[in-house]
């Protein structure tokens, strides 16, 4: 059966280091997302993407945000200058129509 | 604003003992409500999409329903395997889903 996949599954990084998390969406699908778990808080949404361009961004998707899908399956979050608050789970999710299959994530440490 | 809310927190069975999780959510654009299964520290599984009221979904000991500001996701019998986080979640006009903090369930054998 069909997965997303993402890479690394636990990243550690200085504070004010770059991130790119990486996810490989299920092959047939056209929108694409990523959302974000604090530990012990709900699943958030940060953005969506279609047709090689941002559909949607939260507040929480400022400038340091940035994401790609620099070829056919690859779906990037990039995060240019990490804070401590950025500690989370981050989920890739992918869709065809409604439904949202989810990665296993990326847990992302911020020291 | 957008709210999904669940209950209880946190619930704890006997095997076999059936029960009840609620997720209530304001109308607003409604486009599906949406249970999800959530091991701890793995992604959200998807379970169930629901669109109107009325509307019930199964699969294995759960059933989903949802009325016009609930859902109910009912676990018949359950079994220790069922123990997991399950996340109730809307999807808003702009097709972004909305989640609630979750029910955590143990089944105690």
């Known amino acids: 059966e069909p997965e997303v996949t993402q890479t690394p599954s636990h990243q550690v990084t200085q504070m004010g280091q770059e991130v790119i998390l990486r996810c490989v969406p299920i092959?047939?699908?056209?929108?694409f997302y990523w959302y974000r778990q604090i530990l012990g808080q709900k699943v958030e949404f940060l953005v969506s993407?279609?047709?090689?361009?941002?559909?949607?961004k939260s507040e929480i998707f400022d400038d340091q945000f940035s994401v790609e899908r620099p070829d056919g399956s690859n779906f990037t979050l990039k995060i240019r200058s990490t804070k401590l608050e950025d500690s989370a789970m981050y989920f890739c999710?992918?869709?065809?129509?409604?439904?949202?299959?989810f990665g296993p994530g990326t847990r992302l440490t911020v020291t | 604003e957008d709210q999904v809310t669940q209950s209880p927190e946190a619930l704890r069975l006997q095997e076999g003992e059936s029960s009840s999780l609620n997720c209530s959510y304001t109308v607003s654009g409604l486009r599906g409500l949406f249970w999800y299964r959530q091991d701890p520290g793995k992604g959200p599984e998807f379970l169930f999409t629901?669109?109107?009221a009325g509307e019930e979904k199964e699969k294995e000991r759960l059933k989903a329903t949802l009325t016009k500001k609930e859902s109910f996701l009912h676990i018949t019998a359950p079994k220790p395997e069922d123990s997991a986080t399950y996340l109730c979640a809307r999807m808003d006009s702009s097709y972004k889903l909305i989640f609630g903090s979750g029910t955590r369930l143990l089944v105690r054998p």
């Open positions: 092959s047939n699908h056209l929108y």
């Open positions: 999710a992918s869709a065809t129509g409604v439904e949202q299959y």
């Open positions: 993407f279609y047709n090689n361009e941002i559909s949607e």
């Open positions: 629901l669109y109107s």
